[in-house]
């Protein structure tokens, strides 16, 4: 059974740090290229950050100079490092695996950045 659990998020002050994990099981996780996405209130699921197979990274333009995404191979586990936080990255944070046809996601994980 596929699944993708993220764990980390919670209530942060602006211009602070959380590192969200997301722990696969069930599929080849090394194999699948995995990605973050974000949606908040009353706006569509956007991209936050993908990584591929090979480690290659790719960022939306907002996030880029403060977040990280990296994944463990051996641990099955996808992470994302925020610093330097915003109210505006309120949202719910979802991990994602693709790889052809096969489309996983997980259940998500709320990040409140607010003072």
């Known amino acids: 059974q596929v699944q993708l659990v993220e764990s980390g998020g919670g209530l942060v002050q602006p211009g602070g740090s959380l590192r969200l994990s997301c722990a696969a099981s069930?599929?080849?996780?090394?194999?699948?290229?995995m990605s973050w996405y974000r949606q908040a209130p009353e706006k569509e699921r956007e991209l936050v950050a993908a990584?591929?197979?090979?480690?290659?990274?790719n960022y939306a333009d907002s996030m880029k100079g403060r977040f990280t995404i990296s994944r463990d191979n051996v641990k099955n586990t996808l992470y994302l490092q925020m610093n330097s936080l915003k109210p505006e990255d309120t949202a719910v944070y979802y991990c994602?695996?693709?790889?052809?046809?096969?489309?996983?996601w997980g259940q998500g994980t709320q990040v409140t950045v607010s003072s």
């Open positions: 994602n695996a693709k790889l052809a046809w096969n489309n996983y």
């Open positions: 069930g599929f080849s996780f090394s194999a699948y290229a």
């Open positions: 990584i591929t197979s090979a480690g290659r990274t």
